[in-house]
């Protein structure tokens, strides 16, 4: 069952700062989007800074108003209930943030912290509210002694913990985490995704994993979506993301992949491929978007743009050098050539 979806999902923004704005200033931070996380299935979604990942996020979450496109909703399309109407739902999926102690106000005790969200709702009595408290903490591992503490008194991974349980006193179904462990250490981050591989265990719950770094996702996830300037480039099974990914953009970041995790990396030069990414809007839409940094780049990647097709079971992809699977069968694959 499809827990939430969207379809053709696009977010424009208009440049700030011109005097006369014009349809080059229209920034389409998501373009055209459609994804769906699966009851009970990882998503994760990554992709450079800048590529529209929190954009669509917020999307999800009702923050932002989609300019075009459809959100469901547990079968439901709620994409033009207000943000009023959007509450009802929005308890069922909540957003882990990325953890940073200054996110945190220095004067609230932890239990105040956790039990913030419930106040926007109103009307649990004094004790209930305490008793959700303290079983979301006692969910992330940190007991009720905990719940007196000030953020200053706590570690890194501890605040990350507080974050996460301020997000389960609703028992949401779905938990977008945006970038959640990017201030963590390695090894905190582990522990920390172990968290969330037991809640997903105990509580059935979905995760839309957001993140720019790919170590983690072949582990968590158990699918990856790929974001390049606001669109989906590739989506595959994600334990299969370091044999079997197809799109040069994908290649490109798996390169990029730091040595700490050699299984994802299958070239040494760990550069990543052609120019830096133009910023959003600098360069007239035709053709793919990754064109003026692929290698692999084909005279018809310039005009037309390539859709998210199926290239084998379970695995799609926006790229001109593989022909869709139907087509697959009759003519040769192209594969890419690597230095
Ligand atoms: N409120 C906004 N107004 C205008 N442009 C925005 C706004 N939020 C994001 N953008 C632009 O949309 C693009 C995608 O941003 P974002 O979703 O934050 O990407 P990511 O999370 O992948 O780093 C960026 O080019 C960013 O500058
Ligand atoms: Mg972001």
Redesign the pocket.
């Known amino acids: 069952m499809r827990l939430i979806e969207t379809e053709r999902l696009t977010k424009v923004?208009q440049r700030?700062g011109r005097w006369f704005p014009s349809a080059n200033d229209a920034?389409p931070?998501v373009d055209r989007v459609s994804l769906h996380v699966e009851k009970g299935e990882t998503l994760g979604l990554v992709?450079e800074?800048?590529?529209?990942?929190?954009?669509f996020a917020r999307l999800l979450l009702g923050l932002e108003t989609a300019t075009e496109g459809r959100l469901l909703f547990g079968g439901e399309d709620v994409t033009r209930w207000g943000f009023k109407r959007l509450r009802t739902i929005r308890s069922r999926m909540q957003m882990v943030f990325q953890n940073s102690y200054s996110s945190f106000d220095p004067l609230f005790t932890v239990e105040r912290i956790v039990g913030e969200p419930l106040s926007n709702y109103g009307g649990m009595a004094a004790r209930k509210r305490r008793r959700v408290i303290l079983e979301s903490l006692d969910m992330v591992g940190l007991g009720a002694a905990y719940a007196e503490r000030y953020p200053h008194e706590l570690s890194g991974g501890q605040l990350q913990r507080v974050n996460i349980a301020r997000a389960l006193v609703f028992q949401p179904e779905l938990l977008i985490c945006d970038e959640p462990f990017s201030s963590l250490d390695f090894k905190l981050r582990r522990q920390i995704l172990t968290l969330l591989e037991e809640l997903k265990i105990r509580l059935g719950l979905s995760y839309l994993y957001i993140t720019h770094d790919l170590s983690s996702v072949s582990r968590f996830c158990d699918r990856v979506a790929v974001m390049y300037k606001g669109q989906i480039v590739e989506t595959l099974p994600a334990a299969r993301i370091a044999e079997e990914a197809l799109h040069p953009y994908t290649r490109a970041l798996l390169d990029a992949v730091p040595v700490q995790d050699p299984r994802l990396r299958r070239s040494k030069t760990g550069r990543p491929v052609g120019e830096p990414a133009l910023?959003?809007g600098e360069s007239v839409i035709q053709g793919c978007r990754f064109c003026s940094r692929c290698p692999a780049a084909m005279p018809v990647c310039t005009t037309v743009e390539p859709a998210l097709e199926r290239k084998r079971p379970f695995h799609h992809a926006a790229c001109h050098l593989y022909a869709n699977e139907a087509e697959g069968k009759a003519s040769q694959t192209f594969q890419i050539v690597k230095e």
């Open positions: 923004y700030e920034v931070a992709g800074s800048g590529s529209g990942k929190s954009t910023p959003h």
